[in-house]
């Protein structure tokens, strides 16, 4: 047996001279060894404790209010809904509260146990205290850090070929002053966050050093209907930023007109070109009175009628729309993670922004702003009122609000989630499942099989399951519905260079796992 030589501090002969010690290199190996079993098994408690931990606040149950007047075993329990907002009196959220009403919310305050905040304001600096330490049952409307898409001057300032071409005041002004120089024929509006004020000026009347303002080219060649000029509303809804995913309500559109033609054009007069408060509606537009009123078309359906029978196709204007919608939230996603940072869970928030777009002559796509609370009253326009509460019923379905049997990982038993989503449910690729991937999770498309998934993963693939058994009207943005069913059948792995580019690694899997389902149910494809 090797031995090897080890001097120990004190140790002596009867001579007074220092003696060696000969330690078995095997005693090192065995020690190595131990330390490693032992960093191993506490690796192992921690990922039990953490499964443990999961599993018990996925079987929560916790007590919901009773109905007020209503005591012992007859009290039947309801969902509490609280809704903060200035002056909520005028009636502005009068759609929310009927929607909530008809699936059986009560209304509650902050003293309550409420299951859903819906707060028209960005509540993550008024309401603070009541969001650091959120029940894990506990839904809000907004995501933190929304403010990074919502905010005009942020979304202007980004760089993309939908995005008409902005500056940030005063920090832009060299640039602003060597691009002019170039686009001499430029027409441009000054802006806030505020959205008041918009009015096109030379380039000798805007004001360089306004703080908080930015400059942006203007549309000078809008698409017209009946002379006017208007924009399209699209309800986006986000319900995960870590897997991503994003919505459209595809079942009807905002559009609203401005209330004086466009030509002759007149810079001056704000109504030609600038839709405010006092928009004409669409129903008022003669081209399109028959089809909305008299067909009972939507919106949507109304604007498509037209402009087929003008000889285009309106097809490619919403695919260019999702694209822009897509394209933005995948610039804002990092910005979006870190801002959620300092929530125990994100799963806890859902957001619906509209996102408004102008067209140009040729049909082109500009996206001029998203409103993080936008408009749902119809004091205006009485008609509004079915776009409105269409948009609230198919945003509340979708995030597993508006059902009789509600989804709530944390509040729900194994039955009542099983009944709705069960681990058969969220099942995909069986011949890779019971090929290659049978023996490694190492693979990124085993990640997604069933003995290969994380608590967290399987969280997110039966969140997502639910989503779109509940979607309604509404259509998946991100993950993109790349492509149906028959290609679906033909993708490999191997294809996956093509398919996920500049994406996250979790928004992989997500999209492996739709394509997954997409071969095995065709819905899932679209």
Not at 96 to 122: C, K, M, Q, T
Not at 334 to 354: C, G, H, P
Not at 436 to 458: N, Y
Not at 499 to 521: A, E, H, P, S, V
């Amino acid at each position: 047996m090797d031995y090897i030589a080890v001097g120990l501090r004190g140790d002596f002969d009867q001579h007074g001279r220092r003696y060696r010690l000969r330690t078995p290199k095997l005693i090192y190996v065995i020690v190595a060894i131990l330390v490693i079993g032992v960093i191993l098994t506490l690796l192992n408690i921690y990922e039990l404790h953490k499964m443990k931990e999961d599993h018990s606040m996925h079987h929560s149950w916790v007590s919901e209010p009773e109905i007020e007047g209503k005591t012992g075993n007859n009290a039947k329990k309801m969902s509490v809904l609280w809704v903060t907002g200035k002056k909520k009196e005028s009636g502005y959220l009068r759609h929310v509260y009927n929607v909530f009403d008809r699936i059986g919310y009560v209304i509650g305050n902050e003293n309550s146990d409420w299951e859903v905040l819906w707060a028209h304001d960005y509540p993550f600096v008024s309401l603070s205290k009541h969001l650091s330490d959120l029940k894990p049952y506990q839904k809000v409307n907004h995501f933190p850090g929304s403010g990074y898409i919502t905010n005009k001057a942020s979304l202007a300032a980004t760089k993309m070929d939908f995005i008409p071409t902005a500056f940030k005041m005063p920090t832009d002004k060299r640039n602003f002053t060597q691009y002019i120089k170039k686009h001499v024929d430029t027409m441009w509006v000054q802006k806030s966050n505020n959205h008041r004020g918009i009015q096109i000026k030379s380039v000798k009347d805007l004001n360089l050093n306004l703080e908080g303002t930015f400059i942006q080219e203007y549309v000078a060649k809008p698409y017209l209907i009946d002379g006017r000029k208007f924009d399209i509303g699209i309800y986006t809804i986000l319900t995960s930023i870590n897997p991503l995913r994003v919505y459209t309500v595809d079942g009807d559109v905002l559009f609203r007109f401005c209330p004086k033609n466009y030509y002759p054009f007149d810079p001056k007069d704000r109504a030609k070109y600038v839709v405010g408060d006092d928009y004409t509606p669409m129903w008022q537009i003669p081209s399109l009175k028959k089809a909305f009123k008299d067909m009972d078309f939507s919106f949507k359906e109304t604007f498509n009628h037209h402009v087929r029978e003008t000889g285009k196709n309106p097809d490619k204007v919403w695919s260019d729309i999702k694209f822009a919608i897509l394209t933005v939230y995948k610039d804002k996603e990092s910005k979006l993670i870190d801002a959620a940072r300092k929530y125990k869970s994100s799963r806890q928030f859902f957001e619906m922004v509209r996102f408004d777009f102008v067209l140009d002559e040729d049909l082109k796509v500009y996206l001029m702003e998203a409103n993080m609370s936008p408009n749902l009253s119809s004091s205006h326009f009485k008609e509004n009122k079915i776009l409105y509460e269409h948009v609230i019923f198919n945003l509340l379905g979708l995030v597993g609000l508006a059902r009789s049997v509600i989804f709530n990982h944390y509040k729900s038993s194994d039955d009542m989630i099983n009944m709705q989503v069960s681990d058969k449910d969220i099942a995909v690729f069986p011949e890779i499942c019971s090929g290659p991937c049978s023996q490694s999770c190492f693979q990124i498309e085993c990640k997604v099989c069933h003995k290969c998934l994380t608590v967290d993963l399987k969280q997110s693939l039966k969140t997502a399951y639910v989503e779109h058994v509940n979607r309604g009207s509404c259509r998946r943005v991100f993950p993109p519905p790349i492509m149906n069913q028959h290609q679906a059948l033909k993708w490999t792995i191997e294809k996956a260079d093509q398919t996920f580019q500049n994406i996250r690694q979790k928004n992989q899997i997500m999209q492996i796992w739709f394509i997954g389902k997409c071969r095995l149910d065709a819905s899932f494809c679209i």
